[in-house]
């Protein structure tokens, strides 16, 4: 039968080791410079991003748009720990309330103005209404979103992540656009069904 100290022993290993876990969370160190996309040439276009072309001389746009560089559209970031989105805000329109499970997030306002906001996890807001040239910082994993006010003008901000795949979260769609049962989130919103499928209905459009 293990003493006493054996298990303080155990359970103390078992800390570190939780405690090493999590100070190693994110992308982790690659072994090479690079790590090239299986058939891909190995050349200067395998380091270049074109995708972000279609904004030069483009109209504004008719609702909130984001043009993302990550790994999914451009595989060298992998391992790199590094990706962007270019964020487009048509007047009034929103970014939803979302999170990225694997990045932080740092926003740089380019035009317009911006009102943003994160939740941290005892439920305080922070709130921030951003200027052109202000730069804001969403922390990795918690709840937060922007909102363009102004409802006449647009707004252009560029967003950086520590992440070639920072994931993103959107609250509403996670909630309302899957299989949890309306009567479970009409419980846990401590509503009734109808008003449920209401809110869905309104997401599907």
């Known amino acids: ?5 054996e298990f303080i022993i155990f359970f103390m290993t078992l800390s570190f080791a939780s405690i090493f876990h999590m100070a ?3 992308d982790p160190d690659i072994l090479t410079d ?13 380091f270049t991003f074109t ?3 279609q904004l030069v001389g483009a109209p504004p746009p008719e609702k909130f748009k984001v043009l993302k560089a990550s790994m999914a559209e451009f595989p060298i970031l992998n391992g790199q720990s590094v990706s962007m989105a270019v964020l487009q805000y048509s007047g009034g ?3 939803p309330p979302h999170t990225h499970p694997r990045a932080s997030e740092l926003l740089f306002l380019l035009e317009g103005s911006l009102q943003v906001g994160i939740v941290d996890t005892t439920n305080k807001l922070y709130t921030q209404t951003l200027q052109v040239g202000d730069i804001f910082v969403f922390p990795k994993g918690l709840v937060h979103f922007q909102y363009n006010v102004d409802a006449n003008n647009t707004a252009f901000a560029i ?3 520590g992440s070639a795949s920072a994931g993103t979260v959107s609250i509403p ?8 049962s309306d009567a479970i989130l009409a419980k846990s919103f401590k509503t ?3 008003t449920i499928q209401k809110l869905k209905a309104g997401l599907s459009h």
């Open 159 to 161: 967003s950086a992540f």
């Open 192 to 194: 009734d069904v109808s």
């Open 34 to 46: 690079f790590i090239v996309p299986l058939g891909s040439p190995v050349d200067e276009n395998l």
């Open 1 to 5: 039968m293990a003493s006493r100290s």
């Open 93 to 95: 329109s929103v970014n």
């Open 24 to 26: 190693m969370a994110g």
């Open 173 to 180: 769609s996670a909630v309302f656009n899957t299989s949890i």
């Open 51 to 53: 995708g972000m072309r």
